[in-house]
């Protein structure tokens, strides 16, 4: 196999695992389940990974390298992240939200790349916010990004779209609220 095809199948599996885990979590999906979906045999997999650890690791580190956005603006990412489309996409959106409370329970090097994510994140929300100082501006990156991600987790929690909603379009208002003040 060429380096090509090695790189191309390593994709494929990496794409594969990041929909699977933040879609059902990482302990609801095997080995064979990420194989499977990336269209390759489950004997390959230990060609690319040394075991379902490294795995999650590499693959939550490709989420995060795919990014979250370009969006710094506060309020505006806010309307994005906060939206219907973006709550109701479990496998394609945030992993933070997916799989936040899950990688508690991770290896050392899981935790390593949230953390990192993470960090990336609000430092990027931070550089968001001209006219503040940077104390200032990571201590609102860091409250509306927990904010935020806590109330996609709560309207995916309940079982009733209308409150759903209320809990999104709530925490939008509060978060463009503070913004307004900030900004005066």
């Known amino acids: 196999m060429s380096r090509e095809q090695v790189a191309e199948n390593r994709q494929k599996i990496l794409d594969a695992a990041s929909r ?3 879609e059902r979590g990482y302990d609801a999906v095997t080995v064979a389940d990420v194989m499977k979906a990336a269209g390759l045999t489950h004997g390959g997999f230990y060609g690319y990974f040394r075991s379902k650890d490294e795995l999650i690791a590499q693959t939550l580190a490709h989420v995060f390298a795919q990014g979250l956005g370009a969006e710094t603006d506060l309020a505006r990412f806010a309307d994005s ?5 973006h709550c109701d996409n479990l496998a394609g959106g945030c992993p933070t939200a997916a799989l936040g ?4 329970r991770q290896s050392p090097d899981t935790r390593a790349v949230m953390t ?11 550089r968001g916010q001209p ?3 940077a104390e200032e501006a990571r201590k609102a990156a860091i409250g509306s990004w927990a904010a935020m991600v806590g109330a ?5 929690l309940v079982d009733d779209h ?3 909603d ?6 939008r208002a509060w978060i463009g609220e503070r913004n307004e003040v900030r900004e005066r």
């Open 20 to 22: 699977l885990f933040r």
């Open 81 to 85: 992240y906060l939206s219907r489309a």
């Open 101 to 104: 409370a899950e990688t508690v």
């Open 116 to 126: 990192e994510g993470l960090r990336k994140h609000i430092e990027r929300l931070s």
């Open 131 to 133: 006219g503040v100082d």
């Open 152 to 156: 996609v987790i709560l309207a995916r």
């Open 162 to 164: 209308q409150f759903s």
């Open 166 to 171: 209320e809990v999104l379009e709530q925490t």
